[in-house]
């Protein structure tokens, strides 16, 4: 029996110690570190490792092939080794304020950061995060002030045969009031879903400090799935686990636009919103420019506000859908009815950048009132964090 209850002990204790080491980790390296100065040092403690390197958006971009032809990435800069095994980099200026991403390259295998819990999925990469604050990103922040509801919700959708999931940010005092709010559809881009706008966009943050600094009317937000043939983001759908796709079918071929109305069924009968033209707004980001741009056109009683975030703006070669047929009169028909707000945002650097540039020619030809709003760098989510915290000062006036 003594046997039996120093085994015991011996067990407990060492179950323990383990727990500890998982709880507190591995080793106390402080990684990232953001200095005085706004410089930030990242540490990898890896002895064994031959080369290490650092991969973010901070890092001067290099050109690479993409499915979406030439496109800005993330440049690389490479770690040092000192003489207990730890890898350090301290970028060289001030990083400005924004909300950052990066990723460690080791031996040629991209990595997370292990000193860093913060880590964010675009697509099928994941990478680590962090905040320098001041100027716009203090609206990225987590700030003391009032702070609105983000809840998933279930939706019928007959037109495309699914039950598909959205998410819908509600404001502070939404749950105990009774007032009906105006809504805005906020749509995500290629191999995005309902979850890219909460964890990449900072949409819920930004929300709820232009609400409480009184610079946005308070609403209703509505975050698709912009993927006509997903029931909701991977690994939250009866597929499973399954590795998410930049791009695929359905995505792009008019069934989402032609569906859309039965997200606004949903939305305006289980939430107390004001079931007009003057308090609807619909905005999107690439493919959800896309989308937005064509669904604003396709119903045109339906939105007063529009905004294209660097937007895709024709089909692709081969798709046929009646939604993307007789473009210049629906656009006509549109503009007729005299839309409060159609905003238009694009970086200099976009890969999409013509393609916006000739969209606008020929708006301006039609004589078709528009605002434009042009910003640096490309296709990447610091801009669209950006056009968001521009756009939704301007709703509902």
């Not at 540490?43 to 031959?50: D, E, I």
């Not at 699914?162 to 881009?189: Q, S």
């Not at 610079?215 to 909701?232: F, H, L, S």
């Not at 989402?256 to 308090?279: C, G, H, L, W």
Request: charged residues 20%.
């Amino acid at each position: 029996m003594k046997k039996l209850i120093t085994l015991a002990i011996f067990l407990i204790t060492g179950m323990a110690a383990f727990a500890q080491q998982a709880l507190w980790g591995g080793q106390n390296i402080v990684s990232p570190e953001i200095n005085a100065d706004n410089t930030v040092t990242f540490r990898l403690n890896a002895p064994q490792a031959m080369k290490i390197e650092l991969a973010g958006d901070f890092i001067p971009t290099q050109k690479r092939e993409t499915p979406m032809g030439l496109v800005d990435m993330p440049g690389s800069v490479e770690l040092t080794k000192n003489d207990k095994g730890v890898w350090e980099y301290t970028t060289p200026e001030p990083l400005s304020p924004e909300l950052y991403s990066y990723t460690f390259v080791v031996d040629g295998v991209k990595v997370t950061d292990p000193g860093n819990v913060y880590m964010i999925r675009d697509v099928a990469s994941v990478t680590s995060v962090f905040i320098i604050g001041g100027e716009h990103a203090d609206l990225y922040k987590v700030n003391k002030v009032p702070h609105g509801t983000v809840a998933r919700r279930w939706y019928e959708s007959p037109g495309l045969k699914l039950t598909r999931r959205i998410t819908i940010y509600t404001p502070p005092g939404y749950e105990t009031g009774k007032e009906e709010y105006p809504v805005l559809y906020l749509l995500h881009g290629a191999g995005g879903d309902e979850e890219a706008w909460i964890a990449l966009g900072r949409s819920s943050q930004i929300l709820d400090n232009l609400i409480a600094q009184g610079k946005a009317k308070p609403m209703i937000v509505v975050m698709t799935n912009g993927n006509a043939g997903q029931e909701a983001a991977p690994g939250e759908a009866a597929e499973g686990f399954i590795r998410p796709s930049f791009m695929g079918a359905t995505r792009m071929d008019g069934e989402f636009e032609a569906n859309f109305p039965d997200i606004m069924k949903f939305v305006e009968t289980n939430y107390r919103t004001i079931k007009q033209k003057s308090a609807r707004a619909i905005c999107g980001l690439s493919m959800g420019g896309f989308h937005s741009l064509h669904i604003s056109k396709q119903y045109p009683d339906m939105f007063d506000y529009v905004g294209l975030f660097s937007a895709a703006v024709m089909p692709r070669e081969g798709v046929t859908s009646e939604i993307y047929l007789n473009t210049d009169e629906k656009l006509k028909a549109q503009f007729d009815k005299k839309p409060k707000l159609y905003w238009i945002a694009i970086g200099k650097t976009d890969f999409l950048y013509k393609a916006n540039q000739d969209y606008i020619k020929s708006l301006d030809e039609k004589g078709y009132k528009y605002v434009y709003y042009e910003t640096g760098d490309g296709h990447i989510w610091r801009n669209w964090r950006i056009y968001l915290s521009e756009f939704v000062p301007m709703l509902f006036k």
